[in-house]
């Protein structure tokens, strides 16, 4: 849902710099070693020029968690780079088929704007970014993502009693968050290293589950660093 244009803010305003800049000296607390983002591997080569002119002062800031967040505490820490560890899934062919197909993608499309997930209601305009951080990262909520998943578009059905949305969603979100894990377990690190995970909010009900229950990883919430800020 587009946020309305009265709700629209800049993070390169105040007090949202002087948040931004908190935040960061908070994590910075935490003493990651390795910086992921949500940038496709292939823009790797793009991530390390610019963060490399970011150090040299040759780069200003724009508007994104890349930016403001990631760049900002990797030079604090002096870390060589940001690794970029995302993946936009894979779809199996019988719903790509759906996608080149006028019809069964408009009745699709039609069920997906009108399900409860898309439909959720707006916020207004955000005050506080540490707020809104510490409520995404809530358990509570994180779940409660999870379950969104589970139901809209999952129970869609092109003819009943096929798996038309358990499909889609297979595509869309489980075989995407399993290749960003795997991403992240391509990360050449040691048990002393601490990474520092910088990705969209949706992606933790299932992301969380993995890093939580993988024995190569000790799963540690933000919320600790930002509760005092």
């Not at 990705?199 to 005092?228: A, C, Q, T, V, W």
């Amino acid at each position: 849902m587009k946020t309305k244009e009265k709700d629209m803010i800049s993070v390169l305003d105040e007090p949202y710099q002087s948040e931004i800049r908190a935040i960061c000296k908070s994590i910075c607390e935490f003493n990651p070693t390795i910086i992921a983002i949500e940038q496709n591997p292939e823009s790797q080569l793009t991530i390390d020029s610019l963060y490399q002119q970011y150090k040299l002062g040759k780069f200003q800031l724009k508007k994104s968690e890349v930016f403001q967040l990631a760049f900002r505490i990797g030079k604090q820490l002096n870390l060589d780079k940001i690794v970029c560890v995302n993946n936009m899934g894979r779809h199996y062919k019988s719903v790509e088929s759906i996608f080149n197909d006028s019809i069964r993608i408009s009745k699709f499309t039609d069920y997906y704007n009108n399900s409860y997930q898309t439909k959720s209601a707006t916020k207004g305009k955000v005050s506080s970014i540490v707020k809104e951080l510490c409520e995404f990262n809530r358990p509570e909520l994180i779940q409660e993502k999870l379950a969104i998943y589970l139901s809209h578009p999952f129970k869609y059905e092109e003819q009943e009693g096929d798996f038309t949305g358990v499909d889609f969603e297979t595509g869309r979100w489980y075989n995407r968050n399993l290749r960003i894990f795997r991403n992240i377990q391509r990360i050449q690190c040691n048990e002393d290293d601490r990474i520092l995970l910088i990705i969209g909010r949706e992606h933790l009900n299932l992301l969380n589950l993995f890093l939580d229950i993988s024995k190569e990883y000790e799963l540690i919430s933000p919320l600790p660093y930002l509760k005092n800020l």
